[in-house]
C-alpha cells in the first residue's frame, strides 16, 4: 500500500514568512496528492491539490508543487498570516487503485504574530 | 449551504456501554466515510458506504459496526467502548467511488470513562 511520510512534524514561521512542507510517497500509481487544513476542533478542510499531470498549482498565497521522478510534493504558503495556524496534513491517492486516500501524519503550523 | 453535519459535538460514554454516532449531508454524495482520528495523528479509515454497498477496511476492529439507512445518514455504532477508543470521529463524504475530494464534517469527540 501507499505510505506518505510528511515533514516537518510542527513548524513555527513569523508573520509575513513563507512556510513549506514536504511529503514523499511511496507508490509511483499514485496520481492525485491533496492538502487538507485542520483547525483547532473542526474536521480537515480541503485548500488545494494537484494531479500528476501537473508540476505546480497556486491558489492565491498556497501552492502545491509535485515531483513525480522523486514522488514527492510540497505545499508552500507566503505571507503567512495568524488564521493560517492549523494542522496541515498531505494525502496520496491511487485514482486507479483502491481509492483509499493515503495520509501523512501533519504537520503543526504556528504563525507568530 | 451544503454541507457534512455531525452530531452530537462531544460524547461521553461508560466503558462498554454502546454509542452511536451520527452524520448527515446535503451534499447528495454517494460515498460515505468514517474516520478516527487521536491526538496528533493523522485521521484513520475505519470504513466506507458506496451508496449502499459497505466496505470494511481490514484492521478496524469488530467493536466498530457502521449503518446507512438512506442517501444522506450514516451512523457510527461502537457497541463496547473501550479507553483506546477515545478519539474524534469524522464523518466523510465524496462525490464518487474515485474518492477525490472528500468533505469532513467538524466531527464528534469521543471520551470514554
Known amino acids: 500500500g501507499e505510505n506518505v511520510e510528511q515533514h516537518p512534524s510542527t513548524l513555527s514561521v513569523q508573520e509575513g514568512d513563507s512556510a513549506v512542507i514536504k511529503c514523499t510517497y511511496s507508490?509511483?500509481?499514485?496520481?492525485?496528492f491533496p492538502w487538507y487544513k485542520q483547525e483547532l476542533g473542526k474536521g480537515p478542510q480541503l485548500i488545494i491539490d494537484i494531479r500528476s499531470n501537473v508540476g505546480e498549482k497556486k491558489d492565491q498565497r498556497i501552492a502545491v508543487t509535485l515531483n513525480k521522478t522523486a514522488k514527492h510534493f510540497s505545499l508552500h504558503i507566503t505571507e503567512t498570516q495568524p488564521e493560517d495556524s492549523a494542522v496541515y496534513f498531505c494525502a496520496a491517492l491511487s485514482l486507479g487503485g483502491d481509492y483509499k486516500l493515503s495520509f501523512g501524519a501533519g504537520t503543526t503550523v504556528t504563525v507568530r504574530a | 449551504d451544503a454541507m457534512v453535519i455531525q452530531n452530537p459535538r462531544y460524547q461521553v460514554t461508560q466503558f462498554g456501554k454502546p454509542v452511536t454516532l451520527s452524520c448527515s449531508q446535503t451534499?447528495?454524495?454517494?460515498?460515505m466515510y468514517w474516520y478516527q482520528q487521536k491526538s496528533s495523528q493523522a485521521p484513520k479509515l475505519l470504513f466506507h458506504y458506496y451508496d449502499k454497498d459497505f466496505n470494511n477496511e481490514a484492521d478496524t476492529p469488530d467493536n466498530f459496526q457502521s449503518r446507512r439507512p438512506n442517501t444522506s445518514f450514516c451512523f457510527l455504532d461502537i457497541r463496547s467502548p473501550g479507553l483506546g477508543d477515545a478519539a474524534m470521529y469524522l464523518c466523510a463524504t465524496s462525490l464518487g467511488r474515485t474518492n477525490e475530494k472528500l468533505f469532513f464534517g467538524s466531527g464528534t469527540q469521543l471520551s470514554v470513562l
Open positions: 451534499l447528495n454524495h454517494n460515498v
Open positions: 507508490d509511483s500509481a499514485s496520481n492525485y
